[in-house]
T-cell receptor
Framework: EAGVVQSPRYKIIEKKQPVAFWCNPI?????LYWYLQNLGQGPELLIR????????DSQLPKDRFSAERLKGVDSTLKIQPAELGDSAVYLC???????????FGPGTRLTVL | GENVEQHPSTLSVQEGDSAVIKCTYS??????FPWYKQELGKRPQLIID?????GEKKDQRIAVTLNKTAKHFSLHITETQPEDSAVYFC?????????????FGKGTMLLVSP
């Protein structure tokens, strides 16, 4: 089966610019997650979707970050405006539901200059 | 919330040796403990997991042990091979959120020298 797909794989922008990341989960997976992974650290959850509903976004910095999962399939994570400290890898993961294994995508490495 | 501590941060072994990575967690309600392997520039991949109703689980050269009383769990890799070199992350989650809200440790970089 195809895995979780993310694009772009790499993104370099200047601070204060907007940026968007896209994720296509494994077919049939209802739960979708966005994680932030800083260098030398473990992934940290930003937001979790159950179908199209954001059920856990307590760690999402809502002043500059937003996410959507229209139709409960693909998802987009946006940062506007980006700051230097946003440089990290943004991982998307999906699972059948909250009781099953999470499968990760390859991530998007963001560099903010 | 949950807090997961992982040690050591770096582990160097010779090929054929065993490697042990240890994690402790703070939330006694946690009951699901997966281990992920992440090769450089690649995605994290689940290699083994354990639920709180068992104390040990093995899969070929990999085993995980869980001590709920002490709130710690460990990953054991026997007969290490160079391709085992990667960063390993432990994680924990509690039943209130299913298995969805994983709290990860900071990772252990395992280096296996030929």
């Amino acid at each position: 089966e195809a895995g979780v797909v993310q694009s772009p794989r790499y993104k370099i922008i200047e601070k204060k610019q907007p940026v968007a990341f896209w994720c296509n989960p494994i077919s049939g997976h209802n739960t979708l997650y966005w994680y932030l992974q800083n260098l030398g650290q473990g992934p940290e959850l930003l937001i979790r979707y159950e179908n199209e509903e954001a059920v856990d976004d307590s760690q999402l910095p809502k002043d500059r970050f937003s996410a959507e999962r229209l139709k409960g399939v693909d998802s987009t994570l946006k940062i506007q405006p980006a700051e230097l400290g946003d440089s990290a890898v943004y991982l998307c993961a999906s699972s059948l539901d909250i009781h099953n294994e999470q499968f990760f995508g390859p991530g998007t490495r963001l560099t903010v200059l | 919330g949950e807090n997961v501590e992982q040690h050591p941060s770096t582990l160097s072994v010779q090929e054929g040796d065993s490697a042990v990575i240890k994690c402790t967690y703070s939330d006694s309600a946690s009951n699901y403990f997966p281990w992920y392997k992440q090769e450089l520039g690649k995605r994290p991949q689940l290699i083994i997991d354990i639920r709180s109703n068992v104390g040990e689980k093995k899969d070929q050269r990999i085993a995980v042990t869980l001590n709920k009383t002490a709130k710690h769990f460990s990953l054991h890799i026997t007969e290490t091979q160079p391709e085992d070199s990667a960063v390993y992350f432990c994680a924990a989650s509690n039943p209130g959120s299913g298995y969805s809200t994983l709290t990860f440790g900071k990772g252990t970089m395992l280096l296996v020298s030929p």
